[in-house]
């Protein structure tokens, strides 16, 4: 396993409350988030975050942690490269079967887990080339219809 030590170096954070920045830490802590593997060994972040307090009196959160856009979310045990990663492998060969791939290339993962990072996706819009052919479709399965009747 390789790890990779990291903090940020910023001085303040924004308040996902009210939007106003702090300055104020409160505490600090590590998190260790699952990154994609590195010829073929499992990479682990040591992610040191702080935690800060809001200085808006009015605002309803005390405290909050600061965020590593594009690296993490809230609650996640995983960089948003390897959830992407993982969620295509599920989008791919679903639950079972994209366990064991994502096992091949280092990523220890359960089906139920490819399965509901591939639930999380966002549904996908249709492209213009695939209304295209769902029209077509529609048409034939009228006109088939139309037949037998």
């Known amino acids: 396993m390789i790890r990779v030590g990291v903090r940020c170096r910023t001085a303040r954070a924004r308040c996902p409350g009210c939007g106003s920045w702090s300055g104020r830490v409160h505490s600090s802590y590590l998190r ?3 990154d994609l593997p590195v010829a073929g ?40 490269r390897m959830r992407s990663a993982l969620a295509e492998v599920g989008l ?6 994209g366990a064991r791939l994502a096992d091949v290339f280092g990523a220890k993962v359960s089906r139920n887990t490819v399965l509901r990072l591939v ?11 695939v209304e295209h ?8 399965v009228a ?5 037998f009747s």
């Open 32 to 34: 260790f988030p699952a």
């Open 143 to 147: 006109v088939g219809r139309r037949s």
């Open 41 to 80: 060994r499992r990479v682990m972040l040591q992610l040191g975050v702080r935690r800060f307090t809001c200085e808006d009196v009015s605002c309803e959160r005390r405290t909050f942690v600061e965020q590593v856009a594009g690296l993490t979310r809230r609650y996640s045990q995983r960089t948003e």
């Open 133 to 140: 052919v769902y029209a077509a479709w529609a048409r034939v």
């Open 119 to 129: 639930d999380a996706l966002p549904e996908r819009a249709l492209t213009p080339d």
């Open 92 to 97: 791919a060969l679903a639950g079972r079967a």
